[in-house]
């Protein structure tokens, strides 16, 4: 590795978008199915891994909710949440705010409890085991309606103070960030710190709904959001964390090439970027590949890659007190 990977794998850095369900590696995924008695369409790694071709958003999903369907029992959350931890740890990550789909289990029998349950004691294992600091995010799929999102933030009240905040992901083309209105604005008056995913395939317009109708705090990818300069001069006025995946992008065809990915060109916009996961089993890498796949591709220096991990601790939902405790482990990283 170049002393700059090695740079980027020891660096301090917080993880704000990763789908605890598209951490399920293949090995993981089968190992469940035997356990639950689980029927896939697939029966060796190897074939799980050569269906892991795609052209678009959709084509990932279709593939991510039926690898989902092997969690079953809170252990089997426990398991996967631990694995993604314990792997985050070892790349450095201090801090993560991990997104879940309660409606991608409840939907097929799973209780919301089991599923918390089964999170919630995997971080708590790895706050104690590796000395990280975490969060959850629950989201809401927006391929559903909104009266489904709002029975599951009812759901999730019995354990308010587990959940930091809550999101919006799925099938992004057709359901613009306005259909859910009034769940999010639930969602803040309970005080939940609000995310969604726009601009990712869908246009500019929805990361302005996103701002405008869901008043989310961070948005995550938000690519699409450079076609327009108003918004883009908007999103650096107003230090709009983005949480930007590079390898997803690539991987469902988002970019055609690595070095054509926008992250650089948001940098020098001024834009919050953060280098996130998203889906590491699916894509291809965790949080380091990702730095590592878009420092080489685009040549980004040394400053843009302290930046980058700069803002993903500014830009996380933690207290005040643990941001400024990872912030000054960073400084003092740099100084050694
Ligand atoms: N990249 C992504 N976009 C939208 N929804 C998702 N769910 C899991 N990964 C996703
Ligand atoms: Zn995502």
């Not at 930091?164 to 099938?171: A, F, M, N, R, Y």
């Not at 859910?180 to 317009?205: I, K, N, Q, S, Y």
Request: aromatic share 8%; net charge negative; charged share 25%.
């Amino acid at each position: 590795m170049t002393d700059l990977g090695q740079f980027i794998a020891q660096l301090p850095k917080a993880e704000l978008h990763i789908h605890i369900e598209g951490s399920l590696e293949p090995e993981m995924m089968l190992a469940l199915a035997a356990r639950n008695g689980v029927q896939l369409r697939y029966g060796s790694v190897a074939e799980l891994r050569a269906a892991y071709r795609f052209t678009n958003l959709q084509d990932f999903l279709d593939l991510y909710y039926e690898g989902m369907s092997v969690l079953r029992q809170e252990q089997d959350f426990h398991d996967l949440a631990m694995a993604y931890l314990r792997r985050a740890a070892s790349q450095n990550v201090r801090h993560v705010e991990i997104f879940f789909d309660p409606q991608g289990h409840t939907e097929r029998g799973i209780a919301f409890k089991t599923v918390i349950d089964g999170l919630w004691r995997a971080l708590k294992d790895a706050e104690r085991e590796f000395g990280l600091t975490t969060g959850l995010i629950m989201c809401f799929l927006r391929h559903i309606d909104e009266a489904s999102a709002e029975r599951t933030l009812q759901q999730a009240l019995p354990w308010r103070d587990r959940i930091i905040g809550v999101g919006l992901d799925s099938s992004e083309k057709g359901n613009p960030p306005s259909k859910f209105r009034r769940v999010f604005e639930r969602a803040r008056d309970l005080g939940f710190a609000t995310v969604a995913h726009a601009g990712e395939e869908g246009p500019a317009d929805y990361v302005r709904e996103a701002l405008d109708i869901l008043a989310v705090r961070r948005i995550d990818h938000g690519n699409r959001a450079l076609d327009d300069p108003e918004l883009t001069a908007r999103l650096a006025a107003e230090k709009v964390p983005l949480t930007v995946c590079p390898l997803s992008n690539l991987r469902l065809c988002g970019v055609s090439d690595m070095a054509q990915h926008p992250l650089k060109h948001m940098l020098r916009a001024g834009l919050m970027a953060t280098v996130n996961s998203d889906d590491p089993a699916y894509f291809g890498g965790y949080v380091t590949e990702n730095f590592l796949a878009v420092q080489q591709a685009l040549g980004l220096t040394r400053e843009d890659i302290v930046t980058l991990a700069r803002n993903s601790f500014t830009a996380a939902f933690c207290d005040e007190a643990v941001k400024q405790r990872h912030l000054a482990a960073l400084d003092a990283f740099l100084k050694e």
